[in-house]
């Protein structure tokens, strides 16, 4: 079974600074990972996504995640964040083989922008 | 391309009462999959439909049950509410839900945030 852990809970940020939103996995088997934001009111929508090849994955809105396999990590990250970019992230894992349908989620971040 | 589209958005119900929730998925998309989101337990994954039967199944109890039709539109039906079953459910679909193919990303719906009273 696959396992994620979003260290922190909540994140505040001044606008225009950079920022990283940290999470860790567990997994006896290769993994897909990704993130996802979620807006109040919204459903989930995807930021990125590590399949496979480079381990650094640029994602929408100025988004990148970093795939380290020895660390078990995918850290989030925005060198500059914007007011808009306020929002729960979530990262995910699931097994690469089999169905993609069954993600294992985190317990999400809060992104918190502020001027 | 129109999205997942949930419905209904919002409804209030009350313990012992039943509730059905639709989804219907991306064209194309034969892969439709639900998701229980609440503050205490996160996302879960409840099940997931494929060409008409369950593929998939998360850790819930009986009372949460599923179809999915011939178009690949997906209900969900949850019976004798709980006060626990207050959540949004959220529904997602992807073109089969296989990686075989490569890429096979889950796009969401907007969810349909259930009150049980």
């Known amino acids: ?115 | 391309k129109a999205g997942v589209t949930q419905t209904p958005r919002y409804l209030i119900k009350t313990r012992g009462q039943q509730v059905t929730l639709s989804c219907s998925p991306i064209s194309g998309h034969r892969s439709v999959s639900w998701y229980q989101q609440t503050p205490g337990q996160g996302l879960q994954f409840l099940f997931e439909y494929f060409s008409e039967t369950q593929r998939n199944k998360g850790n819930f109890p009986g009372r949460f049950s599923g179809r999915q039709f011939s178009n690949s539109r997906s209900e969900m039906n949850v019976s004798t509410l709980e006060l626990g079953d207050s959540a949004l459910y959220l529904c997602a679909s992807s073109q089969d839900g296989s990686w075989v193919r490569g890429a096979n990303v889950l796009t969401f719906g907007a969810g349909s945030r259930l009150t049980v009273l």
């Open chain 1, 1 to 115: 079974a696959q396992s994620v852990t979003q260290l922190d809970s909540q994140v505040p940020v001044f606008e225009e600074a950079p920022v990283e939103l940290r999470c860790n996995y567990s997994s006896s088997v290769s993994v897909y990972l990704f993130w996802y934001v979620q807006y109040p009111n919204q459903g989930l929508q995807l930021l990125l996504k590590y399949l496979s090849g480079s381990t650094l994955v640029k994602g929408i809105n100025g988004f990148e995640a970093e795939f380290n396999k020895s660390q078990t990590s995918f850290h989030l990250r925005k060198p500059s964040v914007h007011i808009s970019d306020t929002a729960e992230y979530f990262c995910a894992v699931t097994r690469n083989t089999g169905t993609a349908s069954k993600l294992t989620f985190g317990t999400g971040t809060r992104l918190q922008v502020t001027l």
